[in-house]
T-cell receptor, first 114, second 115 residues
Framework: EAQVTQNPRYLITVTGKKLTVTCSQN?????MSWYRQDPGLGLRQIYY???????DKGDVPEGYKVSRKEKRNFPLILESPSPNQTSLYFC?????????????FGPGTRLLVL | AQSVTQLDSQVPVFEEAPVELRCNYS??????LFWYVQYPNQGLQLLLK??????LVKGINGFEAEFNKSQTSFHLRKPSVHISDTAEYFC?????????????FGAGTRLAVHP
């Protein structure tokens, strides 16, 4: 079954404690991205990757890091989480083409930073 | 800069009634338009998309949307909703940015279907 998986689904942590949210896709997609969803703001892109070892900032990259060492995995790293990073996070993947491609989303990771 | 405006943050409706969720976008170039749905505690899934051709696009679960270039709108409609349509709906536009096609989302519309 074609899917994007994220772990963990729920996470409560404290300010400053490093954490990683994993993302994996089994569709051989080149393009992967991370979004955060906040009430009234919709989804905003944090980082994206167009292929292995190719990553770039999205609209709200501050406080986040990513890596793309393998095509299927795209972890999101919060080196020193702060309460303003409390949010719902989604990983997504798609092929790269003319722009009309469908993005496939993971189930989301709900993060609370105390 | 491109943007997407969803005019209603919440839409309450009775079961079997029709519904329209409004979406306007701003872009000076041709765009691709999408509607995604997010059911409670789930990720987003594609409802429908407009790439080119006919301006009336049919999607899953009986939804359809009409692309109106002159009004820069892409409103989503369903003639008769079910309780199971209760979800959050996101309009999005795909625009070329820095050599790749980026999705820009609206703030979302929460559809609440009441019995």
């Amino acid at each position: 079954e074609a899917q994007v998986t994220q772990n963990p689904r729920y996470l409560i942590t404290v300010t400053g404690k490093k954490l990683t949210v994993t993302c994996s896709q089994n569709m051989n997609h080149e393009y992967m991205s991370w979004y955060r969803q906040d009430p009234g703001l919709g989804l905003r892109q944090i980082y994206y990757s167009m292929n292995v070892e190719v990553t770039d900032k999205g609209d709200v990259p501050e406080g986040y890091k990513v890596s793309r060492k393998e095509k299927r995995n795209f972890p999101l790293i919060l080196e020193s989480p702060s309460p303003n990073q409390t949010s719902l996070y989604f990983c997504a993947s798609t092929t790269i083409g003319g722009g009309g491609e469908t993005q496939y989303f993971g189930p989301g990771t709900r993060l609370l930073v105390l | 800069a491109q943007s997407v405006t969803q005019l209603d943050s919440q839409v309450p409706v009775f079961e079997e009634a029709p519904v329209e969720l409004r979406c306007n976008y701003s872009s000076s170039v041709s765009v691709y338009l999408f509607w995604y749905v997010q059911y409670p505690n789930q990720g987003l899934q594609l409802l429908l998309k407009y790439l080119s051709g006919s301006t009336l696009v049919k999607g899953i679960n009986g939804f359809e949307a009409e692309f109106n270039k002159s009004q820069t709108s892409f409103h989503l409609r369903k003639p008769s909703v079910h309780i199971s349509d209760t979800a959050e709906y996101f309009c999005a536009v795909s625009v070329l940015s820095g050599g790749y096609n980026k999705l820009i989302f609206g703030a979302g519309t929460r559809l609440a279907v009441h019995p």
